[in-house]
T-cell receptor, first 112, second 115 residues
Framework: KNEVEQSPQNLTAQEGEFITINCSYSVGISALHWLQQHPGGGIVSLFM???GKKKHGRLIATINIQEKHSSLHITASHPRDSAVYIC??????????????FGKGTHLIIQP | GAGVSQSPSNKVTEKGKDVELRCDPI?????LYWYRQRLGQGLEFLIY????????KSGLPSDRFSAERTGESVSTLTIQRTQQEDSAVYLC?????????????FGQGTRLTVV
């Protein structure tokens, strides 16, 4: 069982819609990353956060440590936001030798 | 350059041949990671280097896989006697350190196709 769960797995929305992608994890973490992967495989690190909220342009990431939950929001979504969004948690134990456990990703499609 | 650089970006090789993938991390980043992503699957951790410490190879899928890193610079991932199941995108990432909560920066990946 993956210790990092993302939802939804697939999301199709219309341009301009407010998008929310959720990530939950089962054990204590020291940090959580949100990554963006475009077709072709390249990955961009969007946010790394361990508490509270971060904002960059139209992207907002929040994390609730007590609830073991993080969300990635996209405001005024645009077709160029279409990508796979991956949540990765740096866990205190387990999760692979580098302590980074990846969710399976959310495939987002924004239609014009 | 400013980011993590990987080469080649695409590689097609015949089954049984050896391949070498290269990663140039961001200057000053002591931690370097290799990941693999097979088509339609999530990221799979392979190996990481932290400074001059011995690398943790526990994620390497078989003894055909090996990786080296020269000091805190370039790393190469070598796959010997490639098999079709090795076809994947191989991603490299670097960060300032592993133990600290530092952000990892990813390269664009090398798409390996074994035919």
């Amino acid at each position: 069982k993956n210790e990092v769960e993302q939802s939804p797995q697939n999301l199709t929305a219309q341009e301009g819609e407010f998008i929310t992608i959720n990530c939950s994890y089962s054990v204590g973490i020291s940090a959580l990353h949100w990554l963006q992967q475009h077709p072709g495989g390249g990955i961009v690190s969007l946010f790394m956060l361990s508490s509270g909220k971060k904002k960059h342009g139209r992207l907002i990431a929040t994390i609730n440590i007590q609830e073991k939950h993080s969300s990635l929001h996209i405001t005024a979504s645009h077709p160029r936001d279409s990508a796979v969004y991956i949540c990765a948690a740096r866990m205190y134990s387990g999760g692979g030798a580098d302590g980074l456990t990846f969710g399976k990703g959310t495939h987002l499609i924004i239609q014009p | 350059g400013a980011g993590v650089s990987q080469s080649p970006s695409n590689k097609v090789t015949e089954k049984g041949k050896d391949v070498e993938l290269r990663c140039d991390p961001i200057s000053g980043h002591t931690a370097l990671y290799w990941y693999r992503q097979r088509l339609g699957q999530g990221l799979e951790f392979l190996i990481y280097f932290q400074g001059n410490s011995a690398p943790d190879k526990s994620g390497l899928p078989s003894d055909r896989f090996s990786a080296e890193r020269t000091g805190e610079s370039v790393s190469t991932l070598t796959i010997q006697r490639t098999q079709q199941e090795d076809s994947a995108v191989y991603l490299c990432a670097s960060s300032l350190a592993w133990q600290m909560n530092t952000e990892a920066f990813f390269g664009q990946g090398t798409r390996l196709t074994v035919v």
